[in-house]
């Protein structure tokens, strides 16, 4: 039986993508209609915001412990959170969880090399985008991050807060991130982390001046291959 995946959501959007990308691409490796069993638990996302907007990395890591203790009372086998800025408060939760991890930018860090990408555009909130996340999973496999400008952090952080997270997608939103994402291409990137997990509800490789990484389908991939694969997720 493929292992019981666990969802610490954050934002409705990307979590959902993350959930139907599960179900959906579970049939390829388990049979039409099939997938792995799935919980997911979502406090709501002002909370969040509240610890995001004074710096509270401990409580945003009380609140994903709190959804990882009710995913570990409905079964689940190991966790996933499809929301990269919450990430910044992982190494306070890793140790305290009920339930192993995967980290979603070890994840895309994994896709990168596997791609051969040595040199990656970081696209997402501005809280993220001033994080250790991603600087710290790419360094860890020789890869380099490169962000956006201090102006172009704050209009991504606004399309996502303002939009993104409410389900609007407009094609001004898109015209500002292939700008944002040809200034990396010209600073040298290969390719650009989508790291806000509504991004690839509007940027994909279709439209966007540099290969994409997908950091919501990635992770949603990595846990159906460690469900259908039938072990414990190694803690990230």
């Not at 979603?104 to 791609?115: G, M, N, Q, T, Y």
């Not at 994080?131 to 890869?143: E, K, M």
Request: charged content about 20%; hydrophobic content about 50%; some cysteine.
């Amino acid at each position: 039986m493929p292992r019981h995946i666990g969802i610490v959501g954050c934002s409705a959007e990307g979590a959902a993508l993350c959930y139907r990308t599960i179900c959906v691409e579970g049939a390829d490796l388990l049979g039409p209609h099939a997938h792995p069993e799935v919980s997911m638990h979502t406090h709501s996302l002002a909370d969040y915001v509240a610890c995001l907007e004074r710096g509270d990395r401990a409580g945003v890591a009380a609140l994903m412990l709190s959804s990882a203790e009710k995913l570990a009372a409905a079964g689940a086998d190991f966790l996933i959170c499809p929301d990269n800025t919450i990430h910044q408060a992982f190494d306070l939760v890793a140790a305290r969880s009920p339930l192993p991890w995967l980290h979603i930018a070890a994840v895309v860090a994994e896709h990168a090399v596997a791609r051969g990408y040595r040199r990656l555009g970081l696209t997402g909130t501005p809280w993220l985008v001033d994080s250790a996340v991603y600087p710290d999973a790419l360094a860890a496999h020789g890869l380099a991050c490169v962000r956006p400008t201090a102006a172009e952090r704050d209009t991504i952080g606004r399309i996502i807060m303002d939009e993104l997270v409410r389900g609007v997608f407009t094609a001004e939103a898109v015209a500002t991130f292939q700008t944002v994402m040809g200034h990396m291409k010209d600073a040298g990137c290969d390719a650009v982390i989508l790291g806000c997990t509504e991004i690839p509800l509007l940027m994909n490789d279709g439209n966007a001046p540099l290969p994409t990484l997908d950091s919501t389908r990635l992770l949603a991939r990595a846990a159906l291959a460690r469900a259908v694969a039938g072990e414990d997720a190694a803690p990230a």
